[in-house]
Structures are given as structure tokens and as C-alpha cells.
């Protein structure tokens, strides 16, 4: 089997809209530290966006770092792809 051949799902595949806020903050985590994946700032804004939203205070924390780091563009796709995975989501 030739490396083409292989999928390789984002640590994301299969999450419901309705995942705890400590699912998608530990996504944050993960893009934020490169974690398996490349590190994605805009991913982690994303993921710290919407655990933000549930409730969670670290995640907002992290969500202020992030935006620190990201252009005003960033932040903008990171909140599109936020909204965006709500709709999607299961």
C-alpha cells in the first residue's frame, strides 16, 4: 500500500455539535500545541471559540492568547470556521 493510500482523519472527525466544552477545548490544545497534527493557531482559536461558548474559562483564556498571535483576518476565519462547524456539525 503506497502512502496515498492511507486516510488519516482530523482529531475532529465524528464530533457532535453538541460535544462537551472539554472536547473542544482539548481540540484547541491539541491545534494550539501540534499535538499529531501541525500547529494551527487558527484551528486552535476555532476549537477555543466554541468550548469558550460552552463555558469553559480556560478555553477563553486560551482564545485571548490565540487572537494576540492571529491578524484581525485570522481571527476572522477562525470564527467563520466556528460558525461553520456548527452548521455541519451532526
Known sequence: MAYADISI???EAGLAKDAA????????LVYATGIGVAVDLVAAHKWFNLAAAKGSSDARIYRLEMAEMLSPAEIAKAQRAAREWLSKAN
Open 21 to 28: 466544552a472539554a472536547e473542544l477545548y482539548r481540540l484547541g
Open 9 to 11: 482523519e482530523p482529531p
